[in-house]
């Protein structure tokens, strides 16, 4: 009997790749496929964290009447950003099976699933070295003074007074790096600065450090300490009531006036009315931003005219790698899926 299976991808997560690689896995099960293409990211995704819509999802790109006419009959959905109600699965009564190629499937109502006997699976780190690498690359960015030097210079603009001791860049192995958040992203950040010699703290109240990290030196710390103690801050928890907005007025006001805060993670963690404030008035030395609560930004956005800000297009995730991993790790889910076997990455 052939297995039906819809596939949703888009210009990063090609539906081809899933198609492969699905078939790589399950080979010796007859599998019936059908492809979607989305837009994304030519075209943004709804984000949803500003209450605008009356659904649980988040960060999504679909229209779920469209949606729901594709996937059809289907027993499987394997997708990336697809949204995915309550309302579209009581129109789905063939589906029992979602797989989303993300770290947290936040546009899947995960509760509506669970109550109508659909198992959904993730891709949990499909993205956490590229998004470490990245963060890396942020903090030798901004502390080694190359986005200054850059932006000088195709002005036409020598900095040759950035070799001055008074206006010259840090080595990390000098300063202390704040983490927030200690998940797959946060614990693979920790260790790449281990390398580079800096003394690391670490902020989560819900896990322990590892023992390498511990035995090496870092430090679960408060908040209050971390953002005091800190010359570089670097964001990587999920959203949540907890954390949204945690970077804001009074957090800002406790981190060092010469300090870097860098947010890879997700944009509503800053207060950006804040931030930008902070910013301006060198409550805050300088920041490296790659997610925001609105994206695309508006061209008009304060934060867009300050000198001491980098800021990226939310490309820290991406990369080739990315795409293969989730796509190979959602494939052997299905595997098992059709081998009764326990799912590894059920959520």
């Known amino acids: 009997m052939s297995r039906n299976i819809a596939i949703i991808g888009d210009f990063f997560m090609l539906p081809e790749i899933f198609d492969h690689e699905l078939r790589q896995a399950c080979a010796g099960v007859e599998l019936t496929t059908r492809l979607m293409q989305n837009d994304w990211p030519n075209s943004p995704v709804v984000h949803g964290y500003g209450g605008d819509q009356e659904v649980k999802i988040k960060e ?11 996937i059809g009959e289907a027993e499987l959905l394997v997708m990336h950003q697809s949204p995915i109600t309550a309302e579209m699965l009581d129109r789905l009564p063939n589906l029992r099976f979602i797989g989303c190629s993300r770290g947290g499937p936040i546009n899947v109502d995960i509760e509506a699933a669970r109550a109508r006997g659909v198992s959904v699976v993730r891709a949990p780190g499909r993205n956490a070295s590229a998004v470490a690498e990245f963060t890396i690359g942020a903090m030798l960015v901004e502390t080694r003074k190359i986005r ?17 001791a008074d206006t010259t860049g840090r080595e990390l192995n000098e300063m202390t790096v704040g983490v927030i958040g200690y998940g797959n992203i946060g614990s693979r950040v920790t260790r790449l600065l281990r390398a580079f010699g800096a003394k690391v703290l670490v902020h989560d109240p819900y896990v322990q450090l590892f023992p390498v990290d511990q035995a090496d030196g870092v430090a679960m710390v408060c908040l209050e300490d971390l953002l005091t103690q800190s010359d570089v801050v670097t964001l990587h928890p999920r959203v949540s009531p907890e954390t949204t907005h945690m970077i804001n007025k009074e957090t800002l006001a406790q981190m060092k006036p010469d300090a870097l805060l860098i947010n890879t993670a997700r944009g509503p963690l800053c207060n950006y009315d804040d931030l930008y404030a902070g910013l301006r008035d060198g409550v805050l030395g300088s920041a490296m931003l790659e997610t925001f609560s609105v994206e695309p930004v508006p061209v008009d956005w304060p934060l867009l005219q300050l000198e001491n800000v980098t800021l990226t297009p939310h490309i820290a995730g991406a990369s080739a790698r990315t795409v293969t991993y989730a796509a190979q790790t959602l494939a052997e889910d299905v595997r098992r899926y059709f081998a009764d076997e326990p799912l590894l990455n059920a959520y």
Do not use: T
């Not at 999504?60 to 594709?70: Q, T």
């Not at 200054?148 to 001055?164: F, I, Q, T």
């Open 60 to 70: 999504f790109i679909g229209d779920f009447d469209e949606v729901v006419d594709f």
């Open 148 to 164: 200054v030097g850059h932006e000088a210079l195709r002005k036409g603009d020598w900095r040759g007074d950035l070799y001055r």
